[in-house]
């Protein structure tokens, strides 16, 4: 079964700092992957997805941006980070289950940008 | 594109009563609809999906999903509530983008509160 793994688990950073959230997935390869973002424990807002190394495509244009190294690695990242990049990110991987396909989630990463 | 609503920001219900989150979409085509649950500080949980076939799905945990075509509705339901239950919910569809691949559209959540 396939399992995600977010690093780290919690983070606080100052206004202009960089940002690299990790997440990598084991027991599947080739995977589509997908960053969201959770903002005041709410509704996520889709911010990239992969569908293979060093493919990326951006839902919504902001001041992060991801990238694909390797296949089952997905890094999220900001040169200089912002009040308002604060949030709960989640990781989550598309499953393919015979005909149809789930999305799984990771544990996520909490940010605080102070 | 296509679009979830989740009308409710939270539901409360009493322990033992049966419980309604509600969700409305708006697609073209099929819909290929999802719950997930919440709990704090955690990642997403997978409860049910509707793909094809009988409108009443039956998920984890003793959740179960109506569709119901005319009303564009998909809400999630349980006929007993538990405590522990209580959780944030949240509604999905399955788009396709630019590139041809899935992505899922969440609705907002709905907080769930199940009183002892």
């Known amino acids: 079964s396939q399992t995600i793994h977010q690093w780290p688990a919690t983070l606080v950073q100052p206004v202009g700092s960089p940002l690299s959230l990790e997440c990598t997935v084991e027991?599947?390869?080739?995977?589509?992957l997908y960053w969201y973002r959770q903002a005041a424990g709410r509704g996520l807002q889709l911010l990239f997805y992969s569908v293979g190394i060093g493919q990326i495509s951006s839902e919504v244009p902001q001041n992060l941006s991801a990238s694909r190294p390797q296949d089952r690695q997905f890094i999220l990242s900001s040169k200089k980070l912002l009040l308002s990049d604060s949030g709960f990110y989640l990781c989550?991987?598309?499953?393919?289950?015979?005909?149809?396909?789930?999305?799984?989630f990771g544990p996520g990463t909490r940010l605080t940008v102070l | 594109a296509q679009s979830v609503a989740q009308p409710e920001d939270q539901v409360n219900v009493a322990e033992g009563n049966p419980l309604t989150v509600k969700c409305t979409y708006s697609v073209s085509g099929n819909p290929y609809l999802f719950w997930y649950v919440q709990y704090p500080n955690r990642g997403l949980q997978f409860l049910l999906k509707y793909i094809t076939g009988d409108n009443l799905v039956k998920g984890s945990y003793g959740f179960e999903a109506e569709f119901n075509k005319s009303q564009t509705s998909f809400h999630l339901k349980k006929p007993s509530a538990l405590v522990s239950d209580s959780a944030l919910y949240f509604c999905a569809v399955r788009d396709i983008g630019v590139s041809g691949t899935y992505k899922y559209i969440f609705g907002t959540g709905t907080r769930l509160k199940v009183l002892a």
């Open positions: 989550a991987l598309l499953v393919a289950m015979g005909v149809y396909n789930e999305q799984f």
């Open positions: 027991g599947t390869s080739n995977p589509n």
